[in-house]
C-alpha cells in the first residue's frame, strides 16, 4: 500500500505567477483534501474533493482552486500568487469507510 | 465557532521525563479528536484518534490521550519521552461524520537529554 505523495517538494515563485501542486491519495482513497500551513501556524482547510468533485471549502478565496481525477489524484492551482500564499501545501487522503486522514510529505511554496 | 486551543507553543522536557501536551476545543457537540505529530520540514503523522467509546486512548510510539468531555480537552501523554520524539503536535477536531480538520497552533516539544 502506496502512501500520500506530492510533488514537487519545493517551489519558488514570483507574486502574480500561478502554480499548480500535484497530489497522488493513499490507494484506495477516493477523497483528497488540501491544507495551507503557514510558517508556525496549524493547517488550514482549503477544500476538498471526492469523486471528482469539489466536497467543502474553506475560508479561501477563488484564485485557490483544484480538480480531482478519476484516479482520485488531485491538483492545487493558484493563481495570481502573493506573498502570503508563501506556506507548505499539505494534501490528504481518506479512505471509503473511515473518516482518518492521512497526510502526504507537503510541498513548500516560497512566493517572492 | 468551531476552535481548538494548544495552551503552550514551546515545552521542554529531558528525556526520560514524563510529558503532557494540553488540547482544549470548543464545539457545538462532541467531535472526533485527533493528535498529529510533524517532523521539521515534514507532513502530518497520526498519533491517535478518538471517534467514542473509552475516553483513554492509545497511540503509536507510547503515546495516549485522555478525552474529557466535562473540560472539552483531549491531552496528550507520554510517560518517559525519547529524544527521537522531539517534534511539533498538533490537536484537530472534525465534526462528527466528516473528515475536514480543524488544528490548533501546535506545540513545539524540545527534549534535552
Known amino acids: 500500500e502506496t502512501g500520500v505523495t506530492q510533488s514537487p517538494t519545493h517551489l519558488i515563485k514570483t507574486r502574480g505567477q500561478q502554480v499548480t501542486l500535484r497530489c497522488s491519495s493513499q490507494s484506495g482513497h477516493n477523497t483528497v483534501s488540501w491544507y495551507q500551513q503557514a510558517l508556525g501556524q496549524g493547517p488550514q482547510f482549503i477544500f476538498q474533493?471526492?469523486?471528482?468533485?469539489?466536497?467543502g471549502r474553506g475560508n479561501f478565496p477563488p484564485r485557490f482552486s483544484g480538480l480531482q481525477f478519476p484516479n482520485y489524484s488531485s491538483e492545487l492551482n493558484v493563481n495570481a500568487l502573493e506573498l502570503d500564499d508563501s506556506a507548505l501545501y499539505l494534501c490528504?487522503?481518506?479512505?471509503?469507510?473511515?473518516?482518518?486522514?492521512?497526510f502526504g510529505p507537503g510541498t513548500r511554496l516560497l512566493v517572492l | 465557532a468551531q476552535s481548538v486551543t494548544q495552551p503552550d507553543i514551546h515545552i521542554t522536557v529531558s528525556e526520560g521525563a514524563s510529558l503532557e501536551l494540553r488540547c482544549n476545543y470548543s464545539y457545538g457537540a462532541t467531535p472526533y479528536l485527533f493528535w498529529y505529530v510533524q517532523s521539521p520540514g515534514q507532513g502530518l503523522q497520526l498519533l491517535l484518534k478518538y471517534f467514542s467509546g473509552d475516553t483513554l486512548v492509545q497511540g503509536i510510539k507510547g503515546f495516549e490521550a485522555e478525552f474529557k468531555r466535562s473540560q472539552s480537552s483531549f491531552n496528550l501523554r507520554k510517560p518517559s519521552v525519547h529524544w527521537s520524539d522531539a517534534a511539533e503536535y498538533f490537536c484537530?477536531?472534525?465534526?462528527?461524520?466528516?473528515?475536514?480538520?480543524?488544528f490548533g497552533t501546535g506545540t513545539r516539544l524540545q527534549v534535552f537529554p
Open positions: 490528504a487522503s481518506t479512505g471509503q469507510i473511515e473518516e482518518t486522514q492521512y
Open positions: 474533493y471526492y469523486r471528482e468533485e469539489e466536497n
Open positions: 484537530a477536531v472534525a465534526a462528527r461524520g466528516t473528515d475536514k480538520l480543524i
